[in-house]
Every structure is written in structure tokens, then in C-alpha cells.
């Protein structure tokens, strides 16, 4: 069965800092790998998503990921964040197994809550 | 383009009861998976219908069942409502043969609190 631990379920980040919100996998087969972001009262929006080739991800409002296979890790960063980025991360996966066409079941991790501090 | 949408998007029910939500894919998808997401939790996936058929189905009891229809669209049903079915449940809409290639597109979620 596969898993999603994200280490910190709040981060508080001064506005324009840097900030990395972490996210580990566990999974017997290949995967993909995702981040969503979901605002107060809403649903989620995917932020990236890796499916193979460069482990280095970029996606939507300045946000990057990289995977570490040797580490089944897949963190997010972003060198700079604004008043806007205040919202719950989640980091999702999803196995290629049984159809491999990846449309499979995702599994989330718990949240990071991340609150930028003005 | 509309996305997802859901309806309704709160409702209170009292234990016991019967509770049906309803879910619109994204134009173009043919699939539609429902979660559960409880308050300061990460969704949990409850199944998938592609084909008017079920397709794959997470670890929640018989309580819970669904359908699809033939434009897409899909119910979600939950009967003998516990106090512990109160969450946010989310609809999600994808293409089967996209390869995960474009993820899922969620809609905002119903809020149901049972009383």
C-alpha cells in the first residue's frame, strides 16, 4: 500500500522568505506524484505534478518540486512567497498499477498548513 | 469552460438519515472519483466511476454507494448517517486514458454536518 507523510502540518513563513514544505512517499510500484493547494472554503487546485523524466518540477505561482527517488521524497519550494500563498499544501500520490494509465486512486498526505507572515 | 461543479454545497442532516450529492465533471472527462475530507485531514478516496461502473473503490463501508450517469455526471449516496460522516466531500473529474498525465480537476466540495 502506498503512503504520504508530510512532516509539518504548519510553517509559518515571513512574506518574501523562502520556503520548503516536505512531503515523503512510500510505494512498492512507480508513481506519480503531486502537490495541490487548496484555499479557505474551496476545493483543491493542482500546483505541479511529476510523471517522469527531470526529477525538477515547476508549476503554477512560482512553485517548484523535486523528486528524490533514492529518498521517495518530493519537496515543495518556492524562493519567495507573497500574503496569497496562505493555504493548506497537500502532497498526493498515485500508482501506476493496475491499469498504468495513472488515473488511479490518489492518496494524500495530511496537509501543511502554510501562513505567511506580513 | 465550467469545471467541476457540486451541489449542493452545504447541508445538515441528523443521524440516521439518507444523503445524496451530486457532482458534474469537467467538459471532455469521463471520470469521476468522490473523497472524503474530513476537518484537518487530507482527503481519503472513497471510488471511481468510469463507464457508469464503479471502477475502484477505497476502505469505506457499503454505506457509501454511487452511481453515474450517461452524460457523466455522478451521485454520491450515503445512508444511516453517522455523526462521523461529517466532512467536506469532494468530486474530482479526469480523462481514463490520459495517461495521469493532467491529474484530477476537483470541484469545490459539499459541506455536510450531521447532527
Known amino acids: 500500500a502506498q503512503s504520504v507523510t508530510q512532516l509539518d502540518s504548519q510553517v509559518p513563513v515571513f512574506e518574501e522568505a523562502p520556503v520548503e514544505l516536505r512531503c515523503n512517499y512510500s510505494s512498492s510500484v512507480s508513481v506519480y506524484l503531486f502537490w495541490y493547494v487548496q484555499y479557505p472554503n474551496q476545493g483543491l487546485q493542482l500546483l505541479l505534478k511529476?510523471?517522469?523524466?527531470?526529477?525538477l518540477v515547476k508549476g503554477i505561482n512560482g512553485f517548484e518540486a523535486e523528486f528524490n527517488k533514492s529518498q521517495t521524497s518530493f519537496h515543495l519550494r518556492k524562493p519567495s512567497v507573497h500574503i496569497s500563498d496562505t493555504a493548506e499544501y497537500f502532497c498526493?500520490?498515485?500508482?501506476?498499477?493496475?491499469?498504468?494509465?495513472?488515473?488511479?486512486?490518489?492518496?494524500f498526505g495530511t496537509g501543511t498548513r502554510l501562513t505567511i507572515i506580513p | 469552460d465550467a469545471g467541476v461543479t457540486q451541489s449542493p454545497t452545504h447541508l445538515i442532516k441528523t443521524r440516521g438519515q439518507q444523503v445524496t450529492l451530486r457532482c458534474s465533471p469537467k467538459s471532455g472527462h469521463d471520470t469521476v472519483s468522490w473523497y472524503q475530507q474530513a476537518l484537518g485531514q487530507g482527503p481519503q478516496f472513497i471510488f471511481q466511476y468510469y463507464e457508469e461502473e464503479e471502477r475502484q473503490r477505497g476502505n469505506f463501508p457499503d454505506r457509501f454507494s454511487g452511481h453515474q450517469f450517461p452524460n457523466y455526471s455522478s451521485e454520491l449516496n450515503v445512508n444511516a448517517l453517522l455523526l462521523g460522516d461529517s466532512a467536506l466531500y469532494l468530486c474530482?473529474?479526469?480523462?481514463?486514458?490520459?495517461?495521469?498525465?493532467?491529474?484530477?480537476?476537483f470541484g469545490s466540495g459539499t459541506r455536510l454536518t450531521v447532527v
Open positions: 498526493a500520490v498515485s500508482d501506476l498499477w493496475p491499469s498504468n494509465f495513472g488515473n488511479e486512486k490518489l492518496t
Open positions: 474530482a473529474s479526469s480523462l481514463l486514458t490520459s495517461g495521469g498525465g493532467y491529474g484530477y480537476t
Open positions: 511529476y510523471l517522469s523524466g527531470s526529477t
